[in-house]
């Protein structure tokens, strides 16, 4: 890594160089019991979210680690709390969220005996020296993201006329039908009409 990467990630205390997601064990391995806790403020590196809904990159979170050596490996838990920025599903608006989630799972030592939980999802191989923990915050985060974002649960969405905000305008209505689409719709049921006749003289 050359001395200009290196110097621009050096706010990543402690993780000076490294993602804010790793954290060095070589010190906890092998030492049943032996248990650390990790506190950190620090800007996302990358956004953490879905396509409708995220926390944006650059945002300051807050990403709390407890690290705890078992048996064969390492147990670790902890929370992350961060901003999501996303729209409405219905009308549009922007969407803030705030997201708190913990997470959870066992960090296997390379020639740790795989066990019947080794397909679960929570259970990791780690090589003995750095736990990273990015893809099981990942997993929390998305996981705890709303399937369709709304800005108030009772959202009325858009008018589908105008695009009007319907929420902004109580009582909005068109009641006044617009002659081009009367014009459009009598053609519309014209050619309906035709396609029925000619249907109707195939089959006789
Ligand atoms: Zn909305
Ligand atoms: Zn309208």
Redesign the pocket.
Known sequence: MDRKVRDERVNHSPHAGQSPYRFPVRDLVRRPGARRENRDAFPLPEALGTDLIAVPEGATVQLDVSCEVVTDGIWVSGSFQGEAIGECGRCLDEVRRMVDVTFQGLFLYPDAPLGEDEDSDDVFVFDGETIDVEEVVRDAVVTSMPFTPLCAPDCQGL??????RLAD?PG???EVLDPRWAALQSVQDQSVKDRNERSDEKES
């Open positions: 008018c589908d006329q105008c695009g009007a305008n909005h209505a068109h």
